[in-house]
């Protein structure tokens, strides 16, 4: 896994220099601490060539395949095409294979090589044949083009600024944010969507003018002018009626396959375990096909709602694996900075904190981690779907009763004070049912809905946001699947929102951030495309999800796993806005630095407070956005841009 950097401009726009060069890819040392790499062209025009787009790309490296041979940027034969990659091309032997029975010759062992040499074959269809998790560059001198491109599913993160004869790109904002000259000014509408959603959905960015590339997309430019295009875009509204059993069996098949190709690396491997379906079954499979004890890990907290490691230790215990428990005391504060700079752009997921502290402790025993990410999008697991079946019975009730329900009346019922209580639950379900079918999921999945956002903002802020509305991303996502039932269209819309926006993006920096790699097996896109054709009956019964990996994979998980409810990975804000950060969070939140900005109304970030410190309502959610948001502008827009991250210390107990 590495860190990615570079820019290409015309022979009228501004070039980027060594010394930039260097700075751009440095502030990635986190991301790749085993090299560094640059390629430039500026002095190596092509014979008979003048003027012309020039480049340069850096590269950091952290070296998991080809260790010795594998540094970047790597170029052809005749160095014509130079590519900058960070990721893992898992059937890269295969591809190998091909080329060299084609006539190319490779000079090493690495999967880097293998995507210059199909480029040169197959142009950007090179994209089709790939199975791995990447974001790339590659600079082809003949035609003076520069093509970029991001994985199927956006498990690695690749952004850019367009600029008139300029194009910039970078796996981070912050390389961007070295060259001299850079805006920092915010994006309303980012910053209205990071407040709705708790992240800043692509392509947005939080800063005008710059954007990510979605998922499955790649761009080329050329001459000055970008052209963005999808390159894989299965259908959702695709439903394959097959018996249950050859289900079961192909996605054993799948699975298994999965696992068993991200196994590859010339490194230590583990796996994050937490007691969930999920990373039990990778962890199984991973047994299955080595025959040796797994290294696993997990992570828990002194607050028991919130701590998952007796069931990790039980699967542990039936799966004969070398487990390494942990328990933590996190420095709420100290944290909070530490992820405002590897997070530099504004992200309001709490499981950050443990995802962070968790690579942190697995990297002190291997390079490479694999994970059950994106088994509750598939599989139908978040408890959030059973409000979205039980709206699809709602909807067919008579007016009379869908007007009971959703009557005023029921507001006289007290809000309640817990993160994770089943009142407040109810009350959410409650007040979305009169919304249309994406408003109501995004008043299930957000932090701040419409009213809320309206009565936070100042007059001033409000004249600035455009008349987009937030809610257009996700009902985007729910009409890509309109033909299927609400279950299957809610979780394939989280497949292509929430998971690659908020997910992979948590675990892409919280990992990179300790120089740890992480693998999902559930994220082969052979498996999505299979799951995503499944009828919902196989996934979702009883308002349970994850039926079929229960059946197809029950031989790997004990009953108490099976049995249990989803508990999710977090933090427990509610307590810490009470207690730790109850006195930490005024002085921010309400002190003269954040109220000379301009973006909130200080009355209404004050009723908050007090509203939730009291007990009489659960904000935790939100002011947590509101404070990573604070932290993130005074990291990255009130000082001068910082080339590394800020050191804490944290209390830590290993379980013997």
């Known amino acids: 896994m590495c860190g990615i950097a570079g820019a290409v401009w015309t022979s009228r726009g501004t070039p980027i220099e060594r010394d930039v060069l260097e700075r751009m890819t440095d502030v990635l040392a986190h991301r790749g601490p085993d090299g560094r790499g640059f390629y430039e062209n500026s002095a190596q025009m092509l014979p008979g060539v003048t003027g012309g787009a ?98 199927r599913m956006g498990k690695k993160p690749l952004i850019y600024r367009h600029e008139p004869e300029r194009l910039l790109f970078a796996s981070e904002l912050k390389s961007l944010l070295q060259i001299p000259g850079v805006p920092r000014e915010i994006n309303p509408t980012a910053l209205d969507a990071y407040l709705t959603y708790q992240y800043v959905p692509h392509p947005e960015m939080i800063l005008k003018g710059f954007h990510k590339l979605p998922p499955a997309h790649c761009a080329v430019w050329r001459d000055g002018d970008l052209r963005v295009e999808r390159y894989w875009n299965p259908d959702f509204n695709i439903e394959h009626v097959l ?29 994050f375990l937490s007691g969930g379906i999920d990373s039990s079954i990778i962890v199984g499979l991973m047994k299955e096909l080595t025959g040796q004890p797994v290294k696993t890990f997990s992570i828990g907290f002194p607050v028991p709602e919130y701590d998952e490691t007796s069931y990790a230790r039980e ?60 088994g509750d999008e598939l599989f139908a697991g978040y408890l959030r779907y059973r409000a979205v079946k039980v709206a699809e019975w709602f909807d067919r009730l008579p007016a009379s009763v869908r007007w009971l329900l959703t009557n005023r009346l029921w507001e006289r019922l007290p809000d309640a004070g817990r993160q994770r209580s089943n009142l407040r639950r109810f009350h959410r379900w409650r007040r979305a049912l009169a919304n249309s079918s994406a408003r109501r999921n995004l008043d299930w999945v957000g932090v701040f809905n419409e009213s809320a956002r309206g009565e936070l903002y100042t007059e ?136 000379s900005r301009d973006y909130f109304r200080s009355e209404a970030v004050r009723q908050m407070l007090d509203s939730h410190q009291s007990g009489v309502a659960d904000h935790s959610a939100r002011l947590w956005a509101l404070l990573f948001f604070e932290m993130w502008h005074r990291t990255w827009l009130d000082a001068p841009v910082a080339s590394s991250a800020p050191v804490f210390a944290s209390t830590l107990a290993q379980r013997a």
């Open 54 to 151: 020039q480049a340069a790309l850096g590269h950091r490296r952290l070296s998991i395949i080809d260790r010795a041979g594998g540094r970047q940027p790597m170029s052809n034969e005749d160095g014509t095409v130079w590519i900058t990659f960070n990721g893992e091309i898992y059937n890269y032997r295969i591809l190998r294979q091909r080329l060299e029975g084609s006539g190319h010759v490779l000079a090493t062992a690495s999967d880097t090589e293998v995507l210059v040499h199909l480029y040169e074959d197959e142009g950007i269809d090179f994209l089709r044949h790939l199975n791995g998790m990447f974001a790339l560059a590659i600079w082809d001198a003949n035609r003076r083009q520069l093509v970029i491109a991001r994985d």
């Open 315 to 374: 699967v542990a215990e039936r799966l004969g694996t070398e487990h390494h428990e942990f328990k933590v005391e996190p420095d709420s504060v100290g944290v909070l900075e530490t992820l405002a700079w590897y997070y530099d752009e504004p992200f309001a997921d709490s499981s950050a904190i443990p995802t962070y502290y968790v690579s942190k402790l697995t990297r002190e025993h291997v390079t490479v981690a694999l994970t059950g990410d994106a």
């Open 460 to 595: 001033d802020f409000l004249t600035t946001l455009p008349s987009r509305d937030p809610v257009e991303f996700l009902a985007e996502a729910l009409g890509r699947s309109s033909r299927r039932d609400p279950v299957t269209a809610a979780s394939l819309a989280d497949l292509v929102t929430y998971l690659p926006c908020d997910l992979m993006v948590k675990v892409d920096i919280a990992s990179m951030a300790n120089r740890l790699e992480c693998r999902a097996p559930f994220l082969d896109h052979r498996v999505v495309e299979l799951a995503a054709a499944m009828p919902a009956h196989l996934k979702y019964r009883r308002l349970r999800g994850k039926r079929i990996l229960i059946e197809t994979f029950g031989d790997l998980l004990p009953q108490s796993v099976q049995r249990r409810g989803k508990m999710g990975f977090g933090v427990p804000l509610d307590h810490w806005f009470r207690h730790e950060l109850r006195d930490y969070a005024r002085e921010i939140l309400l002190g003269p630095t954040a109220q």
């Open 243 to 271: 018996p249950a059993e050859e289900y079961r069996r192909e996605l054993r098949r799948l699975l298994t396959s999965a696992v068993e190709l991200r196994l590859q690396a010339d490194v230590p491997l583990g796996a």
